[in-house]
T-cell receptor, first 106, second 111 residues
Framework: GEDVEQSLFLSVREGDSSVINCTYT??????LYWYKQEPGAGLQLLTY?????DMKQDQRLTVLLNKKDKHLSLRIADTQTGDSAIYFC??????FGAGTRLTVKP | DADVTQTPRNRITKTGKRIMLECSQT?????MYWYRQDPGLGLRLIYY???????NKGEISDGYSVSRQAQAKFSLSLESAIPNQTALYFC??????????FGPGTRLTVT
């Protein structure tokens, strides 16, 4: 079947940039999404990108899409302790990756 | 009040028991979803419904059934629970325009 893959863990220092990577296999994906899950809560949509775009920026968040390599990344600038959470990549809103647990150290 | 509510929030049950997880939403959305979350596996789609008369199997529907009682209600049943159904279960809704709204989750333990 089609897979969405992410590394499971990322640790950064407060103030640094975080980059979370994702690869997907369905070349027909129209939209790709990033969700955030805080402890004890459900997922919340952070941002999404249309497949005909290469980049989308929203305040501290930058999404890069390499459609040729089926690679999606989420960059968080000036990472804060409040950014500690699990980040999920998803394609076409129903197929999710395993999630990357971001830990931000003071 | 929360847009998507799930009951119960936690449940411990024994192997072989029937259990129902309920989901209600006040968003007025037609689309509703059930996922399970397991460590290292992320979210996997169990069933989804695009309107009251529409039910579709997801990636891992075996051992589960659903009922869409109304636009606002979508319940998930385990007819005979088994230990490998121990997981965190999430309900979600959407209007088809990108964002899914998730409930707080139900932690189910099958002993």
């Amino acid at each position: 079947g089609e897979d969405v893959e992410q590394s499971l863990f990322l640790s950064v220092r407060e103030g640094d940039s975080s980059v979370i990577n994702c690869t997907y296999t369905d070349s027909s994906s129209t939209y790709l999404y990033w969700y955030k899950q805080e402890p004890g809560a459900g997922l919340q949509l952070l941002t999404y990108i249309f497949s005909n775009m290469d980049m989308k920026q929203d305040q501290r968040l930058t999404v890069l899409l390499n459609k040729k390599d089926k690679h999606l990344s989420l960059r968080i600038a000036d990472t804060q302790t409040g950014d500690s959470a699990i980040y999920f990549c998803a394609e076409n809103d129903m197929r999710f990756g395993a999630g990357t647990r971001l830990t931000v150290k003071p | 009040d929360a847009d998507v509510t799930q009951t119960p929030r936690n449940r411990i049950t024994k192997t072989g028991k029937r259990i129902m997880l309920e989901c209600s939403q006040t968003k007025g959305h037609d689309r509703m979803y059930w996922y399970r979350q397991d460590p290292g596996l992320g979210l996997r789609l169990i069933y989804y419904s695009f309107d009251v008369k529409d039910i579709n199997k997801g990636e891992i529907s075996d051992g589960y059934s659903v009922s869409r009682q109304a636009q606002a209600k979508f319940s998930l049943s385990l007819e005979s629970a088994i230990p490998n159904q121990t997981a965190l279960y999430f309900c979600a809704t959407s209007d088809g325009n990108h964002e899914q709204y998730f409930g707080p989750g139900t932690r189910l333990t099958v002993t």
